[in-house]
């Protein structure tokens, strides 16, 4: 049925699509009922009709809306009775003379089989032009003897309803999908009865008579169904054998960002386009849980200030160049635990924003082409504090809900070289942050986030660089995210202990205006020497649907981390210039997938050095 419903729709999808539902489930129903008489058979006749059985089960099984056809119920028999809305009674003797009584029924159990299943091979008799069609009137002989044998055996049982709603023609597509239907049913009987007349009720000699005339007469329309169906079924079971997963799912981002830097003439970089890419597979395995494996590339690398690739001056779309080269940049599991509380593991490229609220609305997009600018107005530096594989739990917090709201408890644990074996490496020897989070919704328009970030840092490891290592035995320094060359490296080669305190806060004045910020204070503790206070602070205000719909203006201000004191560490006093950072961006929603946001970041002594930089960007990003 399923074959005869598929090629239906190709034809006239828009009537087919109600008759041959609703004929398929009421011969299902048919199959299924408790009476004695109508068993499902244990054995087929032939595999062809097994197949077509299988296909019949699917179809019922289906969770289509049916349209609505009536069935109305006919005093004078015990059975349902389908209304195709006849006005006029037509005898059913205008067809070829009885066959005899004693005639064996193999013969027409092959020709239903032949024709239940036809269209597996090319048939001269298809169908090819569409005036060549007819619709079936209620005053045809074929309507009225259908309706005689949906009464006589419960080819159809009508939609839940009862009802039947219209007196219209059938095409001769629709016809021929109730004509299977009926066809589907008596062969059953047949093959119950081994060959002969199945008993009680036998099927009535006449019966068998129109039936034979009906195959004869639509002959050609069951060929071209079946035909069609085949292409269709092997269509789809390509499609089964060759996709990826029934489970995963593709997320893309794509950004083309134009840039660059506007100072003095001690400027070194130039006006570049480049792009950045991301491919998430996401899969879920019991539709409440989430595995991540993400794949990107990109060939934009962070101006230079004064020489050096300075993290002040990094762009979303600036992390994770590596000319092209594509990589596995992040490969992490989220899954549900008892209650609202929920589990997160990460195997590379974990960050603390992947499971921890950063209260930053229309500014954070994980770094994505859709928020701010820049890495420091997406997020709290804080959340850049470690980096790597490791585990969290977001805990749902129950016990003060009544005061502070629906709130949450967050754990977690990230190492930058987990995957290293090596000395002063691995997941719990090497450089890691552990975070602790308590977050409160004190109302549907005010949050309030406060965090606690334990960290350790190898030599030469930036503390604001998502745990990325440096290399000690070159001196080299790894490059931070977020802050300033002194903020990052304030052990100077030596390993850092850090213990940042931070706090952020986001607030829905209106539905078309919120306002956010955060502030953080960070105690690093250079082993052997001394210590030092680095803080960072900073504020912004966010226009939603500003001029269009999916659109966002946005304005963010505040510092960078800098050192602000240092204690026995035998350095260079801290700068004496806060490293400012104003940025604007409007993000303009051309079409459901594209936008384009052009934008502008001041910055004021981005090295604690007196000196200003202005860059220029116009963002474009793709997202499928």
Same mark, same amino acid.
């Given at each position: 049925?399923?074959?005869?419903?598929?090629?239906?729709?190709?034809?006239?999808?828009?009537?087919?699509?109600?008759?041959? %539902?609703?004929?398929?489930?009421?011969?299902?129903?048919?199959?299924?009922?408790?009476?004695?008489?109508?068993?499902?058979?244990?054995?087929?006749?032939?595999?062809?009709?097994?197949?077509?059985?299988?296909?019949?089960?699917?179809?019922?099984?289906?969770?289509?809306?049916?349209?609505?056809?009536?069935?109305?119920?006919?005093?004078?028999?015990?059975?349902?009775?389908?209304?195709?809305? @006849?006005?006029?009674?037509?005898?059913?003797?205008?067809?070829?003379?009885?066959?005899?009584?004693?005639?064996?029924?193999?013969?027409?159990?092959?020709?239903?089989?032949?024709?239940?299943?036809?269209?597996?091979?090319?048939?001269?008799?298809?169908?090819?032009?569409?005036?060549?069609?007819?619709?079936?009137?209620?005053?045809?002989?074929?309507?009225?003897?259908?309706?005689?044998?949906v009464n006589n055996y419960g080819c159809i049982q009508g939609y839940p309803d009862g009802t039947y709603r219209g007196n219209r023609a059938l095409t001769r597509y629709e016809f021929a999908a109730?004509?299977?239907?009926?066809?589907?049913?008596?062969?059953?009987?047949?093959?119950?009865?081994?060959?002969?007349?199945?008993?009680?009720?036998?099927?009535?000699?006449?019966?068998?008579?129109?039936?034979?005339?009906?195959?004869?007469?639509?002959?050609?329309?069951?060929?071209?169904?079946?035909?069609?169906?085949?292409?269709l079924e092997a269509r789809v079971a390509f499609l089964e054998d060759n996709q990826f997963s029934t489970t995963t799912k593709l997320n893309g981002e794509v950004i083309f960002a134009l840039t660059?830097?506007?100072?003095?003439?001690?400027?070194?970089?130039?006006?570049? %386009? &480049?792009?950045?890419?991301?491919?998430?597979?996401?899969?879920?395995?019991?539709?409440?849980?989430?595995?991540?494996?993400?794949?990107?590339?990109?060939?934009?690398?962070?101006?230079?200030?004064?020489?050096?690739?300075?993290?002040?001056?990094?762009?979303?779309?600036?992390?994770?160049?590596?000319?092209?080269?594509?990589?596995?940049?992040?490969?992490?599991?989220?899954?549900? %635990?008892? &209650?609202?509380?929920?589990?997160?593991?990460?195997?590379?490229?974990?960050?603390?924003?992947?499971?921890?609220?950063? %209260?930053?609305?229309?500014?954070?997009?994980?770094?994505?082409?859709?928020?701010?600018?820049?890495?420091?107005?997406?997020?709290?530096?804080?959340?850049?504090?470690?980096?790597?594989?490791?585990?969290?739990?977001?805990?749902?917090?129950?016990?003060?809900?009544?005061?502070?709201?629906?709130?949450?408890?967050?754990?977690?644990?990230?190492?930058?070289?987990?995957?290293?074996?090596?000395?002063?490496?691995?997941?719990?020897?090497?450089?890691?942050?552990?975070?602790?989070?308590?977050?409160?919704?004190?109302?549907?328009?005010?949050?309030?986030?406060?965090?606690?970030?334990?960290?350790?840092?190898?030599?030469?490891?930036?503390?604001?660089?998502?745990?990325?290592?440096?290399?000690?035995?070159?001196?080299?320094?790894?490059?931070?995210? @977020?802050?300033?060359?002194?903020?990052?490296?304030?052990?100077?080669?030596?390993?850092?202990?850090?213990?940042?305190?931070?706090?952020?806060?986001?607030?829905?004045?209106?539905?078309?205006?919120?306002?956010?910020?955060?502030?953080?204070?960070?105690?690093?503790?250079?082993?052997?020497?001394?210590?030092?206070?680095?803080?960072?602070?900073?504020? &912004?205000?966010?226009?939603?649907?500003?001029?269009?719909? &999916?659109?966002?203006?946005?304005?963010?201000?505040?510092?960078?981390?800098?050192?602000?004191?240092?204690?026995?560490?035998?350095?260079?006093?801290?700068?004496?210039?806060?490293?400012?950072?104003?940025?604007?961006?409007?993000?303009?929603?051309?079409?459901?997938?594209?936008?384009?946001?052009?934008? @502008?970041?001041?910055?004021?002594?981005?090295?604690?050095?007196?000196?200003?930089?202005?860059?220029?960007?116009?963002?474009?990003?793709?997202?499928?």
């Open positions: 049925m399923s074959k005869l419903l598929w090629k239906s729709l190709l034809v006239n999808p828009i009537g087919i699509l109600g008759a041959t %539902l609703m004929l398929s489930s009421a011969a299902i129903a048919a199959e299924n009922t408790t009476s004695a008489e109508i068993v499902q058979p244990q054995t087929t006749a032939t595999q062809e009709i097994a197949a077509a059985e299988t296909i019949q089960d699917s179809v019922s099984a289906s969770s289509i809306e049916l349209p609505e056809l009536a069935v109305t119920e006919d005093s004078s028999s015990p059975a349902t009775e389908l209304n195709f809305a @006849v006005t006029e009674e037509k005898p059913v003797a205008q067809v070829p003379p009885a066959i005899n009584s004693g005639e064996n029924y193999q013969d027409l159990l092959d020709q239903l089989d032949r024709y239940g299943n036809e269209g597996r091979g090319n048939s001269i008799d298809q169908i090819t032009n569409v005036n060549q069609l007819r619709d079936v009137s209620p005053s045809d002989w074929a309507y009225e003897a259908l309706r005689n044998l109730g004509l299977n239907a009926c066809l589907e049913v008596l062969a059953a009987r047949i093959r119950e009865s081994g060959g002969g007349v199945v008993t009680p009720p036998p099927i009535d000699e006449e019966d068998l008579i129109v039936l034979r005339r009906l195959i004869q007469e639509f002959e050609a329309e069951l060929a071209t169904l079946g035909t069609r169906v085949d292409d660059d830097t506007f100072y003095d003439d001690r400027s070194s970089n130039n006006t570049v %386009l &480049g792009d950045r890419v991301r491919l998430d597979f996401v899969t879920s395995f019991t539709g409440r849980d989430e595995l991540h494996t993400r794949l990107a590339t990109g060939n934009l690398n962070t101006f230079n200030v004064e020489g050096t690739n300075s993290a002040t001056a990094t762009q979303t779309f600036n992390l994770g160049a590596n000319g092209n080269d594509v990589v596995v940049d992040w490969a992490a599991y989220y899954f549900p %635990l008892f &209650g609202d509380s929920q589990g997160y593991l990460a195997a590379a490229g974990g960050i603390h924003s992947d499971y921890a609220p950063t %209260l930053n609305p229309y500014f954070e997009d994980f770094d994505g082409g859709d928020g701010a600018l820049s890495t420091f107005a997406s997020e709290n530096p804080i959340y850049r504090i470690g980096g790597g594989a490791g585990a969290a739990i977001s805990f749902a917090f129950s016990p003060l809900e009544s005061i502070l709201g629906p709130s949450t408890v967050t754990i977690g644990y990230l190492a930058g070289t987990a995957d290293n074996p090596g000395e002063d490496t691995g997941l719990f020897n090497g450089s890691f942050a552990a975070l602790g989070q308590i977050n409160f919704n004190l109302s549907d328009r005010f949050g309030l986030g406060l965090t606690y970030v334990h960290g350790y840092h190898n030599a030469f490891s930036a503390i604001f660089g998502a745990g990325a290592p440096g290399d000690a035995s070159r001196f080299s320094y790894s490059s931070g995210i @977020v802050g300033t060359p002194a903020a990052n490296n304030i052990g100077n080669g030596r390993p850092v202990v850090t213990n940042s305190y931070g706090a952020e806060v986001a607030f829905r004045l209106s539905d078309r205006i919120s306002i956010s910020g955060f502030a953080t204070y960070t105690d690093a503790i250079v082993i052997g020497r001394g210590d030092g206070e680095i803080w960072t602070y900073g504020g &912004g205000i966010a226009f939603p649907d500003f001029i269009k719909e &999916g659109s966002v203006l946005g304005i963010f201000a505040g510092v960078q981390p800098y050192v602000h004191e240092l204690d026995g560490l035998g350095l260079d006093d801290a700068g004496d210039e806060l490293p400012l950072h104003i940025e604007g961006f409007y993000k303009y929603q051309l079409t459901d997938n594209i936008s384009l946001t052009p934008g @502008v970041i001041w910055q004021r002594a981005p090295n604690e050095e007196e000196r200003d930089v202005l860059i220029g960007t116009i963002r474009t990003t793709f997202n499928f």
